[in-house]
Protein backbone atom coordinates (compact mmCIF):
# COMPACT_ATOMS: atom_id res chain seq x y z
CA UNK A 1 0.00 0.00 0.00
CA UNK A 2 1.28 3.68 -1.24
CA UNK A 3 2.03 5.73 2.22
CA UNK A 4 0.14 8.71 2.34
CA UNK A 5 1.67 12.13 3.46
CA UNK A 6 0.76 14.00 6.81
CA UNK A 7 1.58 17.79 6.22
CA UNK A 8 2.98 18.99 9.93
CA UNK A 9 3.22 22.64 10.12
CA UNK A 10 4.85 24.23 13.20
CA UNK A 11 3.47 28.26 13.52
CA UNK A 12 5.93 29.75 16.37
CA UNK A 13 5.14 33.65 17.88
CA UNK A 14 9.09 35.46 17.40
CA UNK A 15 7.42 38.41 18.92
CA UNK A 16 9.65 40.46 20.85
CA UNK A 17 8.43 39.83 24.06
CA UNK A 18 9.57 35.74 23.14
CA UNK A 19 12.94 37.04 23.75
CA UNK A 20 12.36 37.63 27.46
CA UNK A 21 13.82 34.83 30.06
CA UNK A 22 15.33 32.98 26.86
CA UNK A 23 11.97 32.04 25.90
CA UNK A 24 13.06 31.79 22.11
CA UNK A 25 16.05 29.57 22.87
CA UNK A 26 13.90 27.44 24.91
CA UNK A 27 11.63 27.30 21.82
CA UNK A 28 14.34 26.22 19.80
CA UNK A 29 16.24 24.20 21.71
CA UNK A 30 12.94 22.36 22.58
CA UNK A 31 11.87 21.81 18.66
CA UNK A 32 15.71 20.70 18.46
CA UNK A 33 15.39 18.00 20.99
CA UNK A 34 12.30 16.94 19.74
CA UNK A 35 13.41 15.44 16.29
CA UNK A 36 14.85 12.43 16.74
CA UNK A 37 12.20 11.45 18.69
CA UNK A 38 9.29 12.88 15.52
CA UNK A 39 11.45 10.82 13.96
CA UNK A 40 11.50 7.65 15.46
CA UNK A 41 7.36 8.18 15.59
CA UNK A 42 6.91 8.63 11.98
CA UNK A 43 9.53 5.62 11.75
CA UNK A 44 6.88 3.41 13.44
CA UNK A 45 4.29 4.36 10.35
CA UNK A 46 5.04 3.47 7.31
CA UNK A 47 1.38 3.85 5.73
CA UNK A 48 2.36 7.71 6.68
CA UNK A 49 4.82 9.95 4.84
CA UNK A 50 5.63 12.92 7.34
CA UNK A 51 6.71 16.09 5.75
CA UNK A 52 7.53 19.51 8.29
CA UNK A 53 7.10 23.00 6.99
CA UNK A 54 7.30 25.90 10.06
CA UNK A 55 6.17 29.28 10.18
CA UNK A 56 7.23 32.35 11.91
CA UNK A 57 5.87 35.70 12.85
CA UNK A 58 6.11 38.62 14.96
CA UNK A 59 5.66 41.94 12.48
CA UNK A 60 4.47 39.65 9.97
CA UNK A 61 4.93 35.83 8.90
CA UNK A 62 6.99 34.37 6.87
CA UNK A 63 8.14 30.91 5.95
CA UNK A 64 10.51 29.53 8.02
CA UNK A 65 11.05 26.70 6.19
CA UNK A 66 8.59 26.51 3.36
CA UNK A 67 9.42 23.29 1.73
CA UNK A 68 7.55 20.85 3.21
CA UNK A 69 10.56 18.31 4.34
CA UNK A 70 10.51 14.73 5.19
CA UNK A 71 10.89 14.39 8.88
CA UNK A 72 14.01 11.89 8.23
CA UNK A 73 16.51 15.04 6.20
CA UNK A 74 14.62 18.05 8.40
CA UNK A 75 17.08 19.86 10.32
CA UNK A 76 16.32 22.88 12.68
CA UNK A 77 17.86 26.38 12.21
CA UNK A 78 16.80 28.69 14.74
CA UNK A 79 14.37 31.44 15.41
CA UNK A 80 14.66 34.65 16.46
CA UNK A 81 12.58 37.59 17.87
CA UNK A 82 11.94 40.23 15.16
CA UNK A 83 8.46 42.41 16.67
CA UNK A 84 5.01 42.32 17.46
CA UNK A 85 2.64 38.99 17.19
CA UNK A 86 0.73 38.74 13.51
CA UNK A 87 -0.85 35.60 14.55
CA UNK A 88 -3.21 36.31 11.62
CA UNK A 89 -0.54 36.53 9.00
CA UNK A 90 0.40 33.30 9.61
CA UNK A 91 -2.91 31.68 9.94
CA UNK A 92 -3.12 33.23 6.09
CA UNK A 93 -0.20 31.53 4.87
CA UNK A 94 -0.99 28.01 6.37
CA UNK A 95 -4.15 28.32 4.87
CA UNK A 96 -2.75 29.05 1.50
CA UNK A 97 -0.28 25.78 2.54
CA UNK A 98 -3.83 23.83 3.15
CA UNK A 99 -5.79 24.63 -0.24
CA UNK A 100 -6.07 22.03 -2.61
CA UNK A 101 -3.63 22.16 -4.24
CA UNK A 102 -0.84 22.23 -3.73
CA UNK A 103 -2.10 19.98 -0.84
CA UNK A 104 -2.81 16.65 -2.66
CA UNK A 105 -6.69 15.37 -2.80
CA UNK A 106 -5.22 12.02 -0.82
CA UNK A 107 -3.22 12.81 2.37
CA UNK A 108 -3.70 12.14 5.63
CA UNK A 109 -5.08 15.10 8.27
CA UNK A 110 -2.14 17.51 8.49
CA UNK A 111 -0.86 18.99 11.57
CA UNK A 112 -1.14 22.48 12.79
CA UNK A 113 0.94 23.54 15.52
CA UNK A 114 0.88 26.72 17.55
CA UNK A 115 3.39 28.11 19.83
CA UNK A 116 2.36 31.60 21.83
CA UNK A 117 3.33 33.63 24.53
CA UNK A 118 1.13 37.10 23.68
CA UNK A 119 -1.64 38.63 22.66
CA UNK A 120 -2.06 38.65 18.66
CA UNK A 121 -1.43 41.85 17.17
CA UNK A 122 -3.26 41.63 14.17
CA UNK A 123 -6.77 40.19 12.78
CA UNK A 124 -6.12 36.69 13.53
CA UNK A 125 -10.23 35.83 13.26
CA UNK A 126 -9.81 36.74 9.90
CA UNK A 127 -6.72 34.44 9.13
CA UNK A 128 -8.41 31.58 11.47
CA UNK A 129 -11.35 31.96 8.97
CA UNK A 130 -9.19 31.32 5.95
CA UNK A 131 -7.94 28.06 7.32
CA UNK A 132 -11.50 27.35 8.35
CA UNK A 133 -12.91 27.50 4.85
CA UNK A 134 -10.03 24.65 3.53
CA UNK A 135 -10.99 21.55 3.40
CA UNK A 136 -7.92 20.45 4.80
CA UNK A 137 -8.08 23.15 7.48
CA UNK A 138 -11.27 21.83 8.67
CA UNK A 139 -9.77 18.54 8.84
CA UNK A 140 -6.56 18.88 10.83
CA UNK A 141 -5.19 18.25 14.19
CA UNK A 142 -4.47 21.24 15.91
CA UNK A 143 -2.52 21.58 19.07
CA UNK A 144 -1.27 24.84 20.60
CA UNK A 145 1.19 26.01 23.48
CA UNK A 146 1.07 28.84 25.91
CA UNK A 147 4.24 29.66 26.76
CA UNK A 148 3.74 32.04 29.76
CA UNK A 149 0.80 33.60 31.63
CA UNK A 150 0.58 36.32 29.26
CA UNK A 151 -0.66 34.32 26.42
CA UNK A 152 -4.34 34.63 25.30
CA UNK A 153 -5.33 31.26 26.36
CA UNK A 154 -8.65 31.85 25.11
CA UNK A 155 -7.71 32.66 21.52
CA UNK A 156 -5.72 29.60 21.57
CA UNK A 157 -8.07 27.57 22.94
CA UNK A 158 -10.37 29.15 19.88
CA UNK A 159 -7.82 28.23 17.72
CA UNK A 160 -8.49 24.57 18.64
CA UNK A 161 -11.69 24.21 17.08
CA UNK A 162 -13.18 21.95 19.81
CA UNK A 163 -14.68 23.15 23.03
CA UNK A 164 -13.52 19.84 24.80
CA UNK A 165 -9.87 20.79 24.08
CA UNK A 166 -7.83 23.18 26.11
CA UNK A 167 -4.47 24.71 24.86
CA UNK A 168 -0.73 23.21 26.81
CA UNK A 169 0.56 25.42 29.37
CA UNK A 170 4.24 25.50 29.45
CA UNK A 171 5.95 28.37 32.28
CA UNK A 172 9.09 26.96 32.91
CA UNK A 173 11.45 25.43 30.54
CA UNK A 174 11.01 21.83 31.20
CA UNK A 175 7.08 21.98 30.62
CA UNK A 176 7.66 23.83 26.91
CA UNK A 177 10.36 20.94 26.41
CA UNK A 178 7.32 18.39 27.26
CA UNK A 179 4.73 19.74 25.31
CA UNK A 180 6.64 20.18 22.75
CA UNK A 181 7.67 16.30 22.60
CA UNK A 182 4.15 15.58 22.76
CA UNK A 183 2.96 18.02 20.18
CA UNK A 184 5.78 15.83 18.28
CA UNK A 185 5.42 12.82 19.15
CA UNK A 186 1.55 11.82 19.95
CA UNK A 187 0.15 13.89 17.72
CA UNK A 188 2.06 12.76 14.85
CA UNK A 189 1.47 9.41 15.56
CA UNK A 190 -2.11 10.33 15.71
CA UNK A 191 -2.47 11.79 12.50
CA UNK A 192 -0.66 9.61 10.90
CA UNK A 193 -2.92 7.04 11.85
CA UNK A 194 -5.80 6.16 9.39
CA UNK A 195 -8.75 6.01 10.37
CA UNK A 196 -11.65 4.09 8.58
CA UNK A 197 -13.27 7.70 8.24
CA UNK A 198 -10.35 10.01 7.87
CA UNK A 199 -12.86 12.10 6.06
CA UNK A 200 -14.36 13.37 9.14
CA UNK A 201 -12.62 15.97 11.59
CA UNK A 202 -9.61 14.83 13.60
CA UNK A 203 -10.89 13.34 16.72
CA UNK A 204 -10.43 15.02 20.27
CA UNK A 205 -6.51 13.80 21.15
CA UNK A 206 -6.17 13.31 25.23
CA UNK A 207 -4.25 15.75 27.76
CA UNK A 208 0.04 16.06 27.20
CA UNK A 209 1.38 14.75 30.20
CA UNK A 210 2.03 17.74 33.19
CA UNK A 211 5.91 17.36 33.52
CA UNK A 212 6.36 18.29 37.47
CA UNK A 213 9.76 19.26 38.82
CA UNK A 214 12.19 21.17 40.79
CA UNK A 215 12.00 23.94 38.85
CA UNK A 216 9.93 27.00 39.26
CA UNK A 217 7.78 28.97 36.97
CA UNK A 218 9.55 32.01 35.31
CA UNK A 219 7.06 33.05 32.76
Not at 2 to 28: Q, T, Y
Not at 42 to 62: D, M, Q, T
Not at 70 to 99: C, I, N, S
Not at 121 to 133: K, M, P, Q
Request: some cysteine; overall charge negative.
Amino acid sequence: MANRPVHFIWMLDCSGSMGVNGKIGELNFAIREAIPEMQQAAESNPAASLLVRAISFASGASWHVGEPTPVDRFAWEDVHTYGGTDMGAAFKLAAGALQTPPMPQRALPPVLALASDGQPTDDWRAGLREIDATPWGKRAVRVAVAIGDDADKSMLKEFLGNPELEPLQAKNPRQLAAAIRWMSTAVVKDASTPKVEDAKPASPLGPAPLTKGDEDDIW
